[in-house]
């Protein structure tokens, strides 16, 4: 584990001894004094690497809640662990509306902190790397922006328009990262409603003890702690639309108070007298089987039926190929405009191809990773199999990945280039120049030779590669008289010889 923590708290003895903890569990640690600080901090190169943070709620300056509300606004959004000096609900309810994903009450327990940690990094750990970017991207979202190239998707967006025109409640279905929550954004944006909040509630990660209070919100003096009163999530969104992510989540009880809500269109605030109206229209995501999910107890069939009257699912990645060459084209042209990589101007054929050929289990998300992943490795001006390792190893290991680098054709960022997605990579030579079948050795030194190139010299990944031991692999080196670093430095195209 080698996740970067940023500390920010004002009293240096604090400090020093959250960093000895932080180190002993094994995070690389950086601190911060302050929110001002902390903020630079997170906008400057170092700042990159921060995966998460813990914030201290009462300091001069910026406080905690400032920082919180600095993050939003810049983008700069980490999960964040708030320590706070009383356990006020009010408090914690305010941080964690502010965008803090846990609070810890001090002194602060370090076993606690550690599982708090933990979770917050797992949870967040897919999304790590793109996070700035679907933030700054994530209001502008409109159904035309969304790339649809294949049948599915097409008719996934065009159901969306439609439903954008009603307030028909929706139901997106769908893996992870297929893009449920960009859709639901585009059909709240281009519905009459578009001038007004669309609120958003991931009920996976919901707080068990403050759910009630969060969505329903609650009165002064409704439990100890609740100086103050609070408008839940429910009364946020009147008048716009209430996006419900991960819906398969919702606690049984949770799911009692939904269906009151949207049956009534009223809510009781925990502690209140009197009930109070909402009109919001209804936006649902999951990636659990609902009909299984209702079938096996988890769900209530009535909840279930109010809210799925618009389904729309949103096909795998792997089932909509078609898509892939122009993600990787729109995701290489944002990104590299935002990384300031604007001399990176496309993808070889041989990696898009690649990319193509990969199932893609993370889908839309997975890849937006992997483009940010190559374009930061990339040193020259366009990307290459060797900028994909992780799906360079995937697919290596599925397909004889002998691609067809020679060609060097590229592909222009901007123009979808025509792919055949189930097309192997690339060929072997299998006749010699004389016109004769080449030997099984000549072939086997291409393959040996193509594999260090493509790792960069890296045995142990080539061995893997071949499926051969590295022993057996260094005899091949000899056998064939294969210089390893000459061979990691060469172009990988392929020496016909003979
Ligand atoms: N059709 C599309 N065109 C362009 N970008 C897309 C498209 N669909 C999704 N994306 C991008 O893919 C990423 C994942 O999308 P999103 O967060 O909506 O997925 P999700 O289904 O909600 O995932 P999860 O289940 O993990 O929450 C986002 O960065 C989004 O901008
Ligand atoms: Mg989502």
């Not at 109070?276 to 229209?281: G, P, Y």
């Not at 889908?363 to 799906?391: H, K, M, S, W, Y």
């Amino acid at each position: 584990m080698n996740a970067t923590v940023l500390i920010v708290d004002d009293e240096p003895a604090q400090r020093r001894l959250l960093e000895s903890h932080l180190g002993k569990m094994g995070y690389r640690v950086l601190v911060a004094s302050d929110g001002e600080e902390a903020i630079h901090l997170l906008q400057s190169e170092k700042g990159r690497e921060v995966t998460a943070l813990v914030l201290d709620l009462i300091m001069p300056g910026l406080d905690g809640m400032g920082t919180l509300g600095r993050m939003k606004e810049l983008g700069l959004q980490r999960p964040t662990i708030v320590q706070t000096a009383k356990a006020g609900i009010d408090t914690v309810v305010s941080a964690m509306r502010a965008g803090a994903t846990d609070f810890c009450v001090k002194p602060v327990s370090f076993e606690r902190l550690k599982i708090s940690l933990a979770n917050a990094i797992k949870l967040d750990a897919m999304e790590h790397a793109v996070r700035k970017v679907e933030r700054s991207k994530a209001g502008t979202f409109s159904l035309s922006d969304m790339i649809a190239n294949s049948p599915a998707m097409e008719q996934a967006l065009s159901l969306g328009k439609r439903a954008a025109a009603s307030t028909i409640p929706v139901l997106i279905e769908g893996e992870s990262g297929t893009g449920k929550e960009v859709l639901a954004r585009a059909i709240h944006g281009a519905g009459d409603r578009s001038g007004k909040p669309l609120v958003t509630v991931n009920c996976g990660a919901l707080p068990e003890t403050l759910a009630e209070s969060i969505l329903f919100g609650h009165e002064k003096g409704a439990f100890t702690g609740a100086t103050s009163s609070h408008v839940g999530k429910f009364k946020e969104a009147d008048g716009g639309t209430l996006f419900l992510d991960e819906v398969g989540e919702l606690s049984p009880e949770l799911q009692v108070k939904l269906l009151r809500a949207i049956q009534e269109g009223e809510i009781d605030p925990v502690g209140g007298r009197s009930t109070v109206k909402t009109d919001f229209r209804l936006i649902s995501a999951t990636n659990r089987d609902m009909i299984d999910l209702v079938t096996q107890g988890g769900f209530r069939e009535d909840l279930f039926y109010r809210i799925n009257v618009f389904p729309i699912r949103l096909p795998a990645l792997r089932r909509r190929k078609e898509d892939i060459a122009a993600l990787v084209s729109h995701f290489i042209a944002s990104l590299c405009l935002e990384q300031g990589r604007r001399n990176i101007t496309g993808i070889r054929s041989d990696a898009l191809n690649m990319l193509a050929a990969y199932d893609w289990p993370g889908n839309i998300r997975q890849l937006e990773n992997a483009i940010f992943r190559a374009i930061v490795l990339c040193d020259g001006d366009e990307l290459t199999i060797g900028d994909f390792p992780q799906i360079a190893q995937a697919t290596a290991t599925a397909i004889p990945e002998i691609a067809e680098r020679r060609s060097g054709e590229r592909i222009d960022v901007g123009q979808a280039p025509p792919l055949e997605a189930q097309q192997p990579l690339g060929t072997l030579h299998m006749l010699a120049q004389s016109g004769k079948p080449r030997s099984l050795a000549q072939i086997e030194e291409d393959a040996v030779r193509f594999a260090i190139s493509h790792h960069k010299g890296r045995m142990t990944a080539v061995a893997r590669s071949l499926g051969i031991g590295r022993s057996t692999l260094y005899r091949k080196l000899k056998e064939y008289d294969i210089d390893a670093e000459d061979a990691a430095v060469a172009d990988s195209a392929l020496v016909s010889d003979s």
